[in-house]
């Protein structure tokens, strides 16, 4: 019998049902597409920004176009977090920023909104996590699955065991946008000593700051940009820590000039079942992400749509026995975060689930650099 569910309300109060006391005064550190996009949100749901900071003047300038007239602009994040009046500040720069902007913004003792992966390393996680627990800030991170009413309703499902016993889980990505990397001179200014911050110091290239996401100096590429959304859900629903070991294999297949594969495919062991994690950037076929977990009594597909259940045995053309058509909402865990402001409380993602989610995509990436089978370390 096909039972379809109606997606109900998020059950949040949202800001602007607030007084103007009560909004959340918030600094944006980096401005390009992704930080405008939580800054639109963030003031959607009754904030306020009060600060922009951005190395490339072109994204300030934007950003300045979608904030309040007055917004105070910076280059450099540190004076930024010296501004009076700040509640909390929204870190959306790359991935190699995230730790020394996540501790300055604690040493400001302010509370923090940090954009996925949480780190750059296993290692790095660690140092992270300490800090964060030294310290007295609220930190939420950008996993926005772990506040999605149909996401947690999917899990709801699965605990109640109409799977049966879960044996493989196969999170994949396909998006046909690959394509070589733009390499011509950038408009308008850059402080490029400024996004390279702590990383290797080296002449500007365009496609360096353009691409960041590409190269390992910056970040891991999507092995854990993406695969971080992933895993954590995998993980968060089969109630396992990250995987045991990882083996990965992958190439650039169209993004010439990229470090970083645009096709690969990760094998992930745990102790009850596996996991293989693939992306191919240069084909739209299944078109966005989707988690199948696949049981002897059933199959869930998970996507940005909402989920599907499929009984087993499964035969051509079957309906699926439950459905929900609901997307993943990023403004109930900005919510969440705010609300968690306002009461001390713990966030939907604190830095400990982060660091879980991000650690099996970091071995996998450890796995492919090495060419051999990598261990998690004890």
């Not at 500040?89 to 302010?110: G, N, T």
């Not at 999605?148 to 879960?166: C, Q, S």
């Not at 000593?193 to 990383?199: E, I, P, Q, V």
Request: glycine share 8%.
């Amino acid at each position: 019998m096909q039972r379809r569910l109606v997606l109900s309300a998020p059950l949040f109060v949202p800001s602007s049902a607030f007084g103007a006391n009560d909004r959340l005064n918030y600094g944006l550190i980096a401005t390009g597409g992704r930080g405008r996009y939580l800054n639109r949100n963030f003031q959607k749901l009754g904030n306020q920004c009060a600060a922009l900071c951005d190395v490339y003047e072109p994204h300030l300038e934007l950003a300045k176009k979608e904030a309040p007239a007055g917004v105070k602009t910076y280059r450099d994040y540190r004076e930024l977090l010296q501004q009076p009046g700040l509640d909390a500040v929204v870190v959306a720069s790359p991935d190699h920023q995230h730790a020394p902007m996540l501790m300055a913004a604690l040493a400001a003792k302010k509370d923090v909104y940090l954009e996925k992966p949480l780190s750059k390393s296993l290692e790095e996680s660690q140092r992270i996590i300490a800090a964060v627990r030294a310290s007295k800030q609220i930190v939420q991170v950008g996993m926005q699955r772990r506040s999605a009413p149909a996401v947690m309703k999917a899990k709801a499902l699965l605990d109640d065991g109409v799977l049966g016993r879960i044996t493989l889980v196969k999170p994949q990505w396909h998006w046909n946008i690959a394509k070589p990397l733009n390499n011509s001179p950038l408009e308008g200014t850059l402080d490029w000593k400024g996004f390279l911050g702590s990383a290797r110091q080296r002449p500007l290239e365009p496609m360096r700051f353009r691409y960041w996401r590409y190269f390992w100096d910056y970040a891991g590429g999507n092995m854990t940009d993406q695969g971080t959304h992933l895993m954590d859900v995998v993980q968060w629903f089969m109630k396992s820590g990250p995987p045991r070991s990882a083996i990965a294999h992958g190439y650039v297949a169209k993004m010439t000039g990229a470090e970083h594969a645009d096709v690969f495919s990760a094998v992930y062991e745990f102790d009850k079942f596996m996991v293989t994690w693939t992306l191919d950037y240069a084909n739209a076929f299944q078109n966005g992400w989707s988690i199948t977990f696949m049981g002897d009594k059933g199959t869930m597909i998970l996507d940005d749509a909402g989920y599907r259940v499929f009984a087993e045995p499964w035969k051509k053309g079957a309906e699926p026995t439950h459905e929900e058509q609901a997307p993943v909402p990023i403004e109930a865990h900005i919510e969440n975060f705010t609300q968690c402001v306002r009461t001390r409380q713990e966030p939907n993602c604190p830095v400990e689930i982060a660091a879980q989610a991000v650690a099996g995509p970091h071995l996998a990436n450890l796995a492919l650099q090495q060419g051999r089978k990598v261990t998690f370390p004890a």
